[in-house]
């Protein structure tokens, strides 16, 4: 069954409108909002079983460029920190009082700067499959991280123009074929989680929605996160927090887990033997229950007792 999807827009800043989707009616239901990796775009249900299971309302909202959202006026940057206000915005114009945050890959640190910033808002958070800083654990490609100290100091159209065409012929890869899963990190051992029915269109769904305006969403993204500060220090983040990594994910094993829970006050990690970057896909079911915990959870928490543990 395809999930349905509600686009809509939201106006931010000086008319600026960003897309943002829905999976179900907001009112009367627990909000759960996915940041989308880079690329991406759209609406991404990893297992629309476990989310009607779960009965959670999924939000997303496109970064600048990327889906329906208008691409940022010249002399912005698309930062993390705008990211964050984009979701607070479009929050606060549905009217939602909390929710969960989950980001996968470079999600992850939009879901934590919106943390950062809103802790009224959001009180737990998952990351699944998030990169640590380049600088802290390389994992950015030499050609790639090369090309982007080059930049530094630039201006922010002039670095986004010079990515754009570096990705520009990588976009034309024919989004149908296997060679558009590298796009999401996938591994060739993770050839049995792209079989499982429905998988493939969702994917495709999110990769052909990061690149409807052509590679302006993902080189935008790409200087934004890479070339500016984040605007947030982990140790601010006061949701409880859920770090989810695969054993075998090429972009971000595990110790990239670990040093994010050396720095979140309130997080505990997990490994998935045998998962690569798209974790996501297998671990979708943990993280509803992270972040809409059920009411045998909310009983227990009543009782004063609480199963996230912060390890």
């Known amino acids: 069954m395809k999930l349905r999807l509600v686009d809509e827009h939201v106006s931010v800043g000086l008319g600026r409108r960003v897309a943002v989707h829905r999976s179900a009616p907001l009112e009367g239901s627990r909000v759960v909002v996915v940041c989308h990796p880079a690329p991406g775009g759209g609406l991404l249900d990893p297992d629309p079983a ?13 970064r600048p460029g990327y889906g329906g959202s208008d691409p940022l006026p010249p002399g912005r940057w698309a930062t993390v920190a705008g990211a964050a206000e984009d979701l607070e915005a479009a929050l606060d114009a549905f009217g939602v009082g909390c929710a969960g945050v989950v980001g996968w890959s470079a999600g992850g640190r ?8 809103r802790p009224d808002l959001v009180d737990r958070v998952a990351l699944v499959a998030t990169p640590a800083p380049d600088s802290e654990i390389g994992w950015v490609p030499r050609d790639v991280r090369e090309a982007l100290d080059g930049l530094r100091g630039r201006e922010p159209e002039e670095a986004q123009a010079e990515l754009e065409v570096r990705f520009r012929d990588a ?18 051992e993770e050839s049995a989680a792209l079989e499982v029915p429905g998988v493939r269109e ?26 500016r500060p984040w605007g947030f220090r982990p140790e601010e983040v006061r949701a409880k927090t859920l770090l989810l990594h695969g054993s075998c994910d090429v972009v971000a094993p595990p110790r990239h887990g670990r040093w994010w829970q050396r ?16 974790v996501v896909l297998s671990s979708w079911s943990r993280v509803l229950a992270h972040l809409a915990p059920g009411r045998l959870r909310r009983e227990r928490a009543a009782e004063g007792v609480d199963e996230f543990s912060a390890a």
């Not at 999110?206 to 993902?218: D, K, R, Y």
């Not at 720095?263 to 798209?278: D, F, K, Q, V």
Request: no cysteine; aromatic share 4%.
């Open 263 to 278: 720095r979140l006050p309130r997080s505990r990690l997990e490994t998935y033997p045998g998962a690569g970057h798209l």
């Open 50 to 62: 476990a989310t009607r299971a779960r009965g959670v309302a999924l939000l997303s909202v496109d």
């Open 110 to 117: 939009v879901a934590l700067a919106l943390a950062a910033r």
């Open 202 to 227: 969702r994917l495709r769904g999110t990769l052909e929605a990061a690149f409807a305006q052509g590679a302006a969403g993902l080189a935008a993204d790409v200087a934004g996160q890479a070339l």
């Open 171 to 188: 976009v034309a890869v024919d989004m149908q074929s296997d060679g558009s899963w590298a796009w999401l990190g996938a591994s060739a």
